[in-house]
T-cell receptor, first 114, second 112 residues
Framework: EAGVVQSPRYKIIEKKQPVAFWCNPISGHNTLYWYLQNLGQGPELLIRYENEEAVDDSQLPKDRFSAERLKGVDSTLKIQPAELGDSAVYLC????????????FGQGTRLTVV | GENVEQHPSTLSVQEGDSAVIKCTYSDSASNYFPWYKQELGKGPQLIIDIRSNVGEKKDQRIAVTLNKTAKHFSLHITETQPEDSAVYFCAATPGGSYIPTFGRGTSLIVHP
């Protein structure tokens, strides 16, 4: 069974440009997470989806970040416009749902804003 | 909210030695404590977890202990191997929450 797939793996953009990340969760997983991981730190939650509904999005900087999960499967995370401080690894994870269930992470997208 | 402290930030051991990573948490309502291993260029992968109704759990060379009274939990790796070299993250999930709070990570280096 395929794991969580993210693309692209790497992205370099100039500041003020838009960027989008894509995530395909494990088949059948209703819960999808987007995490931000800065260098030398643990993942921090940006947003959690239950099916197509966004919940737990209090840490998402809504002035420049947006996310969607159409049809409750794939998800995209967008930044517009990007800032230098957005350089980080963006991780997508999915789980079968419910509290205290294992989250499976993708390989992440490493974003560099120059 | 929950706050998780993790120590040490870097741990260097010789192959065959044991390694111990310690974490503390602040929210007494936390009841689920997963440990993740992250290899270079990959996403975190769950290696073991423990729930608040259990004091210790073991899986081959790895074990986790939980002290609810002191609000700390630890990861123990015995007979370390070079392939154990990675960054390890502890996390704590408050009761009623779906979201674990991660520690800052420990970079484990196992020298052959």
């Amino acid at each position: 069974e395929a794991g969580v797939v993210q693309s692209p793996r790497y992205k370099i953009i100039e500041k003020k440009q838009p960027v989008a990340f894509w995530c395909n969760p494990i088949s059948g997983h209703n819960t999808l997470y987007w995490y931000l991981q800065n260098l030398g730190q643990g993942p921090e939650l940006l947003i959690r989806y239950e099916n197509e509904e966004a919940v737990d999005d209090s840490q998402l900087p809504k002035d420049r970040f947006s996310a969607e999960r159409l049809k409750g499967v794939d998800s995209t995370l967008k930044i517009q416009p990007a800032e230098l401080g957005d350089s980080a690894v963006y991780l997508c994870a999915s789980s079968s749902g419910g509290r205290n269930t294992e989250a499976f992470f993708g390989q992440g997208t490493r974003l560099t804003v120059v | 909210g929950e706050n998780v402290e993790q120590h040490p930030s870097t741990l260097s051991v010789q192959e065959g030695d044991s390694a111990v990573i310690k974490c503390t948490y602040s929210d007494s309502a936390s009841n689920y404590f997963p440990w993740y291993k992250q290899e270079l260029g990959k996403g975190p992968q769950l290696i073991i977890d423990i729930r608040s109704n259990v004091g210790e759990k073991k899986d081959q060379r790895i074990a986790v202990t939980l002290n609810k009274t002191a609000k700390h939990f630890s990861l123990h790796i015995t007979e370390t191997q070079p392939e154990d070299s990675a960054v390890y993250f502890c996390a704590a999930t408050p009761g009623g929450s779906y979201i674990p709070t991660f520690g800052r990570g420990t970079s484990l280096i196992v020298h052959p």
